[in-house]
């Protein structure tokens, strides 16, 4: 009993880290209540509001695993339902977990059958297709991806600064970072707002490698090649690739657009202190188990 009840407490404390206030506020999709907001509060927010109520859970679950099915004065079957419970999450984690790197390891061996060639100094795969398309793809060990329309139809200039903004995504580690997030996110997506903020983190991701790539090329033409390109959707999972063109919408395009030509304003930084106390907050389960009996 005493597991059990501990377990829907953490459902109770996750389901109300959504609801509160800051939460709700990207949750609902308010933009002129975001606008309020600058870039780097919105990803503070959202990378936590996103992380931090899956990821109580999840020590929860194994705190319970560790603490084991024995609870002093209930009966046996009690604890033991409690126990099961938490297995058949776990299990259910590690079978996302085993459906994304095999997600990943198809796509990586399609990739690598495709030609290979240096554009501008940088090894990328050729997509066979007339389609504008630019993408990082692998957990590790990455490849990078350019359609050849995209090639006959860009100038160098556009095709460099499309570059350049996959070499963002390389430098922060997007993908690896990103699949890790949309797993935990996945494992417990009965929380509300999931969806919304998946989608909020992988703008606020895309607006911090245009930000990178900007200082990097000329703004201006990096735009011009974010409208060329975001004109195609998506070939392949949000989670296990980042392109130019993902996650595009008219409303989001245009927000990135206008990020590009105010660069000042387009900078995402993530406060160190914040996320490490939201770990910490997210491990406290982990704390009840030496008290238990």
Request: charged share 15%; proline share 5%.
């Amino acid at each position: 009993m005493i597991h059990s009840a501990f377990l829907l407490s953490m459902v109770g404390v996750a389901w109300g880290l959504r609801h509160c206030r800051l939460s709700r506020l990207l949750g609902s999709g308010g933009k002129d209540q975001r606008k309020s907001l600058t870039i780097s509060q919105r990803w503070l927010y959202a990378l936590l509001a996103l992380t931090v109520p899956p990821l109580t859970l999840l020590m929860s679950v194994v705190s319970i695993l560790i603490m084991g099915p024995w609870e002093q004065g209930i009966p046996a079957w009690e604890g033991w339902l409690t126990y099961g419970l938490c297995w058949l999450i776990l299990l259910y984690g590690g079978a996302l977990g085993i459906d994304l790197l095999w997600y990943n390891h198809l796509i990586l061996r399609q990739i690598r059958t495709w030609p290979q060639r240096t554009v501008q100094g940088q090894s990328c795969r050729i997509l066979e297709t007339p389609r504008r398309f630019s993408g990082l793809f692998g957990l590790w060990h990455s490849e990078l991806v350019l359609s050849q329309g995209l090639l006959d139809q860009l100038q160098p200039a556009q095709v460099a600064a499309v570059l350049a903004h996959e070499k963002a995504h390389l430098f922060y580690s997007d993908i690896g970072w990103f699949a890790l997030i949309h797993w935990l996110s996945r494992m417990f997506g009965f929380l509300p707002f999931t969806e919304t903020l998946w989608k909020e983190l992988l703008l606020l991701r895309e607006l911090r490698a245009d930000h990178w790539a900007a200082q990097r090329t000329d703004p201006f033409v990096l735009a011009e090649s974010l409208v060329q390109v975001a004109r195609y959707p998506l070939l392949y999972r949000s989670d296990l690739c980042a392109t130019l063109g993902s996650e595009v919408p008219p409303s989001r395009l245009q927000e990135r657009v206008q990020a590009l030509l105010n660069p000042h304003v387009a900078q995402v930084k993530a406060s160190r202190v914040w996320l490490i106390l939201g770990s910490i907050f997210a491990c406290g389960p982990l704390l009840l188990i030496p008290f238990h009996r």
